[in-house]
């Protein structure tokens, strides 16, 4: 081979390049994983288009979402504050805000805070997560407390589900108040809380005891 046949250009057809020697695949199979390129990146983008426009709605009326929530738990209280087979009275229902109105204020906080921040400090993304998850089981902690007022007679018919909610609940109250102790000082408040649950947990294990061993 000659220096100047070295380096001239070759010119021939795609459709003459033998199939087994190329990686390349039919027409209509390019066109097919072209189209499904485009229909993935077409379906995330409509996912967090979505996601964004939900998030804004709650910044939007995340006051009128926590004002309906309050109206519902205060009417929940009114209705259940009464001993099977008597009237309301007001001494039931200040018995019962005592306590879970402390635990539904930790959540309804929770809810705010997780509403309210739109991102997390980029160089500081790991304290910054830290303190986010310690604010999910925080939330879920209170979540469990409140709970346990509808489903009193559930929990303690059934010995074994009574410890696990119990004990659920206290080690995602402690968990949660560790991840705010390790979180990002602007985003640890709320995680922070969670420590108030704990009392409120203890009293509601003494009150099953109770329920339970009459």
């Given amino acids: 081979m000659s220096e100047k046949s070295y380096g001239k250009r070759v010119e021939m057809p795609v459709d003459s390049i033998s199939k087994a020697h190329t990686w390349l695949p039919d027409g209509p199979l390019a066109c097919g994983v072209q189209n499904c390129g485009c229909k993935q990146a077409s379906g995330a983008h409509s996912a967090v288009a979505q996601d964004a426009k939900m ?10 979402l926590v004002a309906a929530l309050a109206v519902a738990f205060l009417g929940y209280l009114v209705w259940e504050a009464h001993t099977p087979g008597e009237a309301r009275t007001m001494p039931d229902f200040l018995f019962l805000l005592a306590l879970t109105g402390v635990p539904f204020l930790i959540f309804l906080y929770n809810l705010w805070s997780r509403i309210t921040w739109s991102e997390v400090a980029a160089e500081d993304s790991r304290r910054s997560g830290l303190a986010i998850q310690g604010l999910a089981l925080g939330g879920a902690s209170a979540a469990m407390l409140i709970l346990l007022l ?5 929990v303690i018919e059934h010995e074994k589900v009574a410890v696990f909610w119990v004990g659920a609940g206290v080690l995602m109250a402690a968990a949660a108040t560790v991840c705010g102790i390790a979180g990002a000082p602007r985003l640890r408040r709320a995680a922070l809380l969670s420590v108030i649950l704990l009392p409120f947990w203890l009293f509601a294990a003494g009150l099953l005891l109770k329920a339970v061993m009459d």
């Fill in 150 to 154: 509808p489903l009193w007679s559930f």
């Fill in 55 to 64: 998030e804004i709605w709650l910044r939007r009326h995340r006051g009128l």
